[in-house]
């Protein structure tokens, strides 16, 4: 009898790795996955936060392709070592603070890791020749396998026949022919192939939830490691700066506002990591002070912060402040007279 082989499949949750895992589980292969978890990509987050999306799904993608697979998935929490590559990205950084070829290299390396010490055979992703600019190209995806130290126990199922053969194809686990030549941004051929397995669920083709590929949330994140003279970051300020407006009045502190109910209830969590404040005259968001202030800033952030209430074109609006020792006083401002300067100072 033939030992049956086993891979890795790297799961992110979109289609494309969905596709790829199906393609070897039906060559009679089998097929786990694993998911790394970065910290970059909570998905639902701020689905389940604010009122306008709550209608969203909340899923976690990862877990429920592998449901519809039907194979085990591992989890893996890289948040801490995966710091590194953010920081300092040997092949640079994209259209905004993301890494994908660092990071695709990071992930596969730890896969091959991962199958080394679990007597597993392969590995396989769902990259598409032409797909992502920085990872998925012509010359890159070479470097991936090198640098990785995967080499050849790098499947790619849906792009396999524009690489170079792999030993899973020369060994004969599986069968070279049955693998695909996609190529390009288009995911037309994905969906038809979806469909040619029965599959009419899955998240969005164009997918992705790296919170790093947006350009706002890349702004913020610049903004962080400047005002603090550092890069670094911790998982309560990857989750702040997804919710919420961020305004730098001056280049010592930061007010994060919520823009409704949820988020405010969400910002309540971390009242006694920050300054906060929030207007007890008339309706208004929730807001926490980020940075080394005086009575002069806090004057200005209250006067912010009327600005955003229901009391913004009185003259006078009551804002409560409460410190991180919990004192609390109010302060009766006038609210900023323009939205201009709001805008200007808008990360």
Known sequence: MTEKRKAIALI?????????????????????????FTGFCVEGHT??????????PKRNNALWVAEQLGIKLHLVDIVEEYKEVVFNPKHGYGANLNHCLDCKIFMVKKAHEWIRANGFDFIITGEVLGQRPMSQRKDTMPVVS????ANDLLLRPLCAKYQPITKP???????????????????KP?????????????????GGCCFLTDVQYSSKLADLWQARGEKQYEMDDIMLLKVGRHLRPRPNFKLIISREEGEGNFLQGYRKQFINLKTTSHA???????????EADIQLAA????RYSQGKQEQQ??????????????????PLPSEDVLEEWHL
């Open 12 to 36: 992110s949750g979109g289609l494309d790795s969905l596709l790829a895992a199906k393609v070897i589980q039906e060559q009679g292969v089998h097929v786990e996955g694993i998911n790394f």
């Open 47 to 56: 689905h389940a936060i604010r009122k306008k999306d709550r209608a969203r």
């Open 146 to 149: 090198r640098d990785s130290g």
């Open 169 to 187: 194809e020369l060994e004969g686990w599986v069968d070279r022919e049955k693998l695909y030549n996609f190529n390009g941004r288009s995911r």
């Open 190 to 206: 994905q969906m038809a192939l979806a469909r040619e397995f029965g599959l009419t669920d899955y998240a969005q083709p164009a």
């Open 284 to 294: 208004g968001p929730m807001a926490l002070l980020d940075g080394q202030v005086d």
């Open 303 to 306: 006067r912010i912060v009327a």
């Open 317 to 334: 609006v009551v804002v409560e402040v409460a410190d991180l020792a919990g004192n609390i006083r109010e302060l009766t401002v006038a």
